[in-house]
Every structure is written in structure tokens, then in C-alpha cells.
Nanobody, 133 residues
């Protein structure tokens, strides 16, 4: 059974940095993409960044490109979301999620994840990030 657990959230000053972690377990192959999402009150869940475990391709949303980045440590089954120059509007609950890429192109899979997060079934619990001056 695939499990994901996000952690590392907290209160951070405007302009500060934070690193979120997503611990994964249960993957039986590398045919998965793992992505970070966030959801602010009253807003839809937004895809931020994703990585293909199979080929290491990284996908970053234009909305956070240049400030957020994703990385992983395959041997530790950990993925990270590194967030720099945080803004008040980055306040949200942050989630990691996974989708199989078996028999599919990673880019197509991630695109679908970002467009229709409601169809993703593998989610970790969220971690709250609050940015305030």
C-alpha cells in the first residue's frame, strides 16, 4: 500500500524559506510521479511541482517557478519542496500526492494531476504553512 506523509510546515516570516518533506512508502516500482499541491481557504487545490521517480523529470508550475523547487532522495524515500522568498499568499495547507506513470508519459501524467487533482487517489495528509510579516 502506497503511503505518503507530508511534514515540515509551520509559521515563517514573509521573505523566508521553508523545506517541506514527503515521506513515501509502499512503492513497488519507480513508475510514479509525486507532486506537491497546496490549498488555501476558499481556493482550489493547486499543483506546484512534481517529479517522475522513473526518469527524474521535474515539473514546476509557472506560478511558483523561481521560488519553489522539488527534489528527492530515492534511497531515503523522501521528497522535498524547497520554498524560498515566501509571500503571505503562500499560506495554505500543503500536500504531497502520487500517481502512477506506468505505460504513460510522465509529462502527460503530471499535467493530468495538476488539471484534475480531484481524480488523484494517493494523498498524504497536509501540512500547514503560514507566512506572515
Amino acid at each position: 500500500e502506497v503511503q505518503l506523509q507530508a511534514s515540515g510546515g509551520g509559521l515563517v516570516r514573509t521573505g523566508g524559506s521553508l523545506r517541506l518533506s514527503c515521506a513515501t512508502s509502499g512503492f513497488t516500482s519507480d513508475d510514479y510521479a509525486v507532486a506537491w499541491f497546496r490549498q488555501a481557504p476558499g481556493k482550489r487545490r493547486e499543483g506546484l511541482a512534481a517529479i517522475s521517480l522513473r526518469d527524474g523529470q521535474i515539473f514546476t508550475s509557472e506560478s511558483v517557478k523561481g521560488r519553489f523547487s522539488i527534489s528527492n532522495e530515492n534511497d531515503k524515500h523522501l521528497l522535498y519542496l524547497i520554498m524560498n522568498n515566501l509571500k503571505d499568499e503562500d499560506t495554505a495547507i500543503y500536500y504531497c500526492a502520487a500517481e502512477t506513470t506506468a505505460m504513460r508519459d510522465s509529462a502527460i501524467t503530471v499535467g493530468a494531476m495538476f488539471r484534475r487533482p480531484d481524480l488523484i487517489t494517493l494523498w498524504g495528509q497536509g501540512t500547514q504553512v503560514t507566512v506572515s510579516s
